[in-house]
């Protein structure tokens, strides 16, 4: 028994549209927000300073671009970085959002931190990914995907650090809207 021609085209158009489906879903989200308080920090503070931290995948999955924005230090910002690690958990830094101080060696200058408050924008790529080592987290330097992955998993929180606090005075996790999809062109 034969099977019509019109049935095969219809049986490969829904194969088709699930693999797509499929596809997308791998891909994950692209939008991903963070809000930075003290409470967040590992041991937990008391800090009148608050921020937030927005970044975005790009499509095709080889840069995140980032604006942090915040208000209310009493003292001088160090740096800003995005750390491997899950809430209530300390990580190694993956990417430096800001610096003002000697930047890390080997990677792109990040631009200055606004001091006491502000917003910092930028672009990340594989050359902006350090090695974690500070524990050693298995995440090597250049290791784009390692940290879209991170990013993706809620695995990573962004940190501002200040003189008064040099482990981080403000710290939010990164988490991102489940209904973001690989169509989403907003």
């Known amino acids: 028994m034969a099977i019509p021609k019109s049935s095969l085209v219809l049986m490969t158009l ?26 967040q920090e590992n041991p937990t503070l008391s800090s009148s300073a608050t921020g937030t931290a927005d970044v975005e995948i790009s499509k095709d999955g080889n840069s995140v671009s980032y604006t942090l924005s915040y208000s209310g230090f009493g003292t001088n910002i160090r740096f800003a970085h995005i750390h491997l690690g899950r809430p209530a958990i300390n990580g190694s830094i993956m990417v430096f959002l800001c610096t003002n101080e000697t930047p890390p060696a080997g990677v792109p200058t990040p631009p200055a931190c606004p001091q006491n408050g502000g917003s910092v924008s930028g672009t990340l790529t594989a050359l902006n990914v350090l090695a974690t080592t500070n524990p050693a987290q298995g995440v090597a330097a250049g290791e784009f995907d390692e940290f879209v992955q991170a990013l993706r998993a809620e695995a990573a929180y962004a940190n501002v650090h200040t003189a008064a606090f040099g482990a981080g005075e403000i710290r939010g996790q990164v988490t991102f809207n489940r209904s973001d999809s690989v169509n989403d062109d907003k």
């Open 14 to 39: 829904v194969l088709a549209g699930a693999l797509t489906i499929s596809l997308m879903a791998q891909a994950g989200p692209f939008k991903g927000h963070a809000d930075l308080s003290g409470f």
